[in-house]
């Protein structure tokens, strides 16, 4: 069977999450980031979407804006009781542009733990055999 | 790596590669770690190449993989020879702890209210995705002042007594928290959590004194058999876990100006007299303050229930955390050297006579409080003369079993059942939550307890059941 062109998964990890995201592009694979982190704690399935949140990644490389962008969703959680349904990447002039529809927490089904930080620890963001690949350790 | 087997419960990893030191592992060999599947005993290894470190890099009995160190090790290094602090060797939740109260009732004057006050424990105490706190702050003037003051500083608000504070460790506040380096995001994770538990393994659970193995240090620490308490485990919430991210972040960059190299990113360090370590362990104080206060309002909340259902108070037997670096003076070759002591995944547990112990403790040594995992026994010890490992000892069950394992191999409402059968009443958990926190996702923390005595890292106290749990 052949992997989808763009997509995520969840992998095991002893004491906390680990996801995995990939697509043909730094912005669609950073989208599916966004995606797996959320599917770890919240059914989005049928959430209103509330607002929107757009940001600019004042980010250097490339595994800075993988951060960022998965801080942002820890972030609006804990400061806002919002969870992103998804995420539309953009490059913009000079920094990536991130466009996050979110619901808020009441509106979703908890499904998990709620992540609290992205590790260093094993953190891979990468480009190879014709596709953006990243994986990252969740604590939770 | 070759390990070697000193004792039955002592282990030796003998240097190889970049280790500096040898790796003590306390274990039996059912729990030693399997090397294949879960990587903490390399983890062990890892820590032993810290720049600075001193006689070894330890695991305790109930060690497991993290990332950088090892969930359950312990590893100090020598401030004056350039030893380093690595905020991974605190953990992401930094000061997270455990807090164990106990109530003038007994199981059977429980069982006649166990509904009422269970449900009304699921009301009080926040949990869970988001925000929602017992002290709704009034802006970030207070989250700083409880930031520099901890327990010490919602005493002087009017929740709780003096009393706490001699029962709390470091007497509820740390020395020396600094908010220069706490980031505008850490407060604004922080504002709105003050007084909640959180998700993931944190709890509060209503537990009864089952079993009594040192009667003279049980009526110290005012347990007797039968009686009913409540233990909270949590941290210092969002806050503390943004401060971690924003400093091993600095030292990740950082590192290439002081020479240093690490195996895992997550070990990101720096010298203790450097700017960016004075920056973190400031920081790390006021997240471990924040997470004292956390504890403390919990158990207020906790408090207020059992007052108005039953009448009666709730006491402090001790509140202390597992995931901290502490500046200690320790005895090493003869020579008295200050160090800076890692505990990821261990608690501190100081011998009777030790000085920093308040006067009522000096005679049998400081509480240790081992949680279980949920609906399993949980433990109470406490420090023995010549402790191991800097006078360290283990802090619960550890994981066999991850997460994602355990979601899709545990039917929630089944679990749930389970424990309700077994006269665990639960409350308040996700489905997945619940299932990600089944026993058998954890190795028998009976077990690990028993080692650490057998190892020397403390003596067993009693141990309780529960009988009611709060999940996130």
Not at chain 2, 167 to 173: L, P
């Amino acid at each position: 069977m052949t992997r989808p062109e763009r997509g995520h998964r969840e992998l095991p990890h002893t004491a906390d999450i680990r996801i995995q995201a990939w697509g043909p592009t730094q912005e669609s694979c950073l989208s599916e980031a966004v995606a797996a982190l959320v599917a770890t704690f919240a059914d989005v399935s049928g959430a209103r979407e509330q607002r929107c949140v757009e940001f600019d990644l004042g980010a250097d490389t490339e595994e800075e804006a993988l951060l960022g962008t998965l801080d942002e969703v820890i972030y609006l959680l804990d400061t806002q009781d919002v969870v992103p349904l998804g995420a539309d990447v953009e490059r913009g002039a000079a920094r990536l542009r991130v466009r996050m529809p979110v619901a808020r927490v009441q509106d979703v089904d908890i499904v998990g733990a709620a992540p609290k930080a992205v590790a260093l620890h094993g953190l891979r963001f990468s480009h190879e055999t014709g596709a953006w690949r990243c994986a990252v350790t969740i604590d939770v | 790596m070759e390990l070697v087997e000193e004792t039955p419960y002592r282990f030796r990893i003998e240097r190889y590669g970049s280790m500096r030191v040898p790796g003590v592992v306390f274990a039996s060999r059912r729990l030693l770690p399997d090397a294949d599947r879960d990587h903490a005993l390399e983890q062990v290894a890892n820590v032993a190449a810290l720049r600075g470190i001193v006689i070894a890099s330890y695991a305790m009995p109930d060690v497991h993989r993290g990332y950088g160190f090892p969930i359950g090790g312990v590893a100090a290094t020598d401030v004056r020879e350039g030893g380093v602090v690595s905020p991974g060797g605190v953990g992401f939740d930094i000061s997270c702890g455990v807090r164990l109260l106990t109530a003038d009732l007994d199981s059977v004057e429980f069982d006649h209210v166990s509904e009422v006050i269970m449900d009304a424990l699921a009301r009080a105490v926040p949990r869970g995705v988001g925000r929602g706190a017992v002290w709704r702050l009034s802006g970030r003037r207070e989250l700083e002042q409880a930031l520099l003051g901890g327990a010490r500083y919602a005493v002087e608000q009017g929740y709780g007594d003096q009393r706490d504070l001699g029962r709390c460790e470091d007497g509820g506040t740390v020395d020396g928290a600094d908010l220069a380096p706490v980031s505008s995001r850490a407060m604004e994770r922080g504002l709105g959590q003050l007084g909640s538990l959180g998700s993931g393994n944190h709890f509060l659970e209503v537990q009864v004194v089952d079993a009594v193995y040192d009667e003279p240090a049980a009526a110290v620490f005012g347990l007797r058999l039968d009686q009913v308490c409540v233990m909270i485990h949590c941290g210092s919430r969002g806050l503390g876990h943004q401060i971690c991210s924003d400093h091993v972040r600095v030292m990740d960059k950082a590192m290439p100006r002081y020479g240093i190299q690490v195996p895992d990113r997550q070990l990101a360090c720096a010298p203790v007299t450097s700017p960016e370590a004075r920056a973190y362990l400031g920081a790390m104080a006021a997240a471990a303050n924040y997470a004292r206060a956390n504890r403390h309002m919990l158990g207020e909340a906790a408090a207020t229930v059992f007052r108005s259902v039953t009448g009666r108070a709730l006491d402090l037997v001790y509140d202390v955390s597992h995931n901290l670096a502490t500046l200690e003076s320790h005895v090493i070759d003869g020579e008295r050297r200050q160090l800076c002591v890692h505990r990821k995944g261990a608690t501190r547990a100081l011998p009777p006579g030790h000085p920093d112990l308040p006067s009522d403790l000096l005679g049998v040594g400081q509480p240790v409080l081992i949680p279980g995992s949920m609906g399993t026994a949980s433990y109470v010890m406490a420090g023995i003369p010549g402790g191991s490992a800097f006078y360290s000892t283990c802090h619960g069950a550890d994981r066999v079993h991850s997460r994602h394992h355990a979601a899709r191999s545990v039917n929630a409402n089944d679990l749930r059942n389970c424990l309700e059968r077994q006269g665990v009443a639960v409350r308040g958990a996700s489905s997945r939550g619940l299932a990600e926190e089944a026993p058998s996702a954890y190795k028998d923390v009976a077990e690990v307890v028993a080692v650490a005595e057998a190892a020397g890292l403390g003596r067993t106290v009693a141990r309780l059941r529960p009988v009611g749990v709060v999940k996130g």
